[in-house]
């Protein structure tokens, strides 16, 4: 065996040194590239929202959950996700249209996926989580609540009900519910 001397040992510290100095600077000189060039940036529509008033005012108040068809055709659903259910337990959206899915949540973070499409999103209290998609399949689709939120949290589940655009029907104040099928 051959005994390394103190200056081979120096000259084999400063090598990594220099490799991992040369990949860290590699790398940020890409996330810098990626959000100047590129323009791909954190989420910024960042929508803050008191969490212990939530219920109270505003758009989540229990009168505006649901799906509406707003003003300009659109569709938005309001979700409330708490321990250990979502408000309301089933939304009905139309199927091959954009959709709008709002989340807020009063108490801690949940996470939802919608199965078998791209729907996938954190709910942190304080925040307003929003999704766009297009769902282009019918039928009844499971959203789990798929963030461990505490004991119960094996029970969190809702209903995304997909119905083809001509069964889509609102009510005359732009209201849909799985309750009117």
Not at 3 to 24: F, S, Y
Not at 126 to 145: E, I, K, N
Request: proline share 7%; hydrophobic share 40%.
């Amino acid at each position: 065996m051959r005994a390394d001397t103190e200056q081979d040992i120096l000259k084999t510290e400063l090598w990594w040194t220099a490799l991992v100095t040369a990949i860290i600077t590699a790398i940020m000189l890409a996330i810098i590239y990626a959000g100047l060039i590129h323009h791909i940036n954190p989420p910024s529509n960042i929508e803050t929202i008191d969490p212990k008033t939530l219920h109270l005012t505003g758009e989540f108040t229990e009168g505006n959950l649901g799906t509406r068809v707003e003003p300009g055709d659109q569709v938005t659903s309001r979700i409330v996700a708490t321990q250990f259910a979502f408000q309301p337990q089933c939304i009905v959206v139309p199927a091959n249209r954009t959709v709008t899915l709002r989340f807020a949540t009063p108490d801690v973070i949940h996470g939802i996926l919608v199965t078998g499409t791209n729907v996938n999103t954190m709910i942190i209290p304080g925040y307003v989580s929003q999704v766009h998609t297009v769902f282009t399949r019918t039928g009844d689709l499971l959203m789990p609540c798929h963030e461990f939120c505490g004991l119960g949290h094996s029970q969190m589940w809702a209903t995304v009900r997909v119905v083809p655009e001509d069964e889509f029907k609102p009510g005359p104040d732009g209201r849909a519910t799985c309750d009117a099928r």
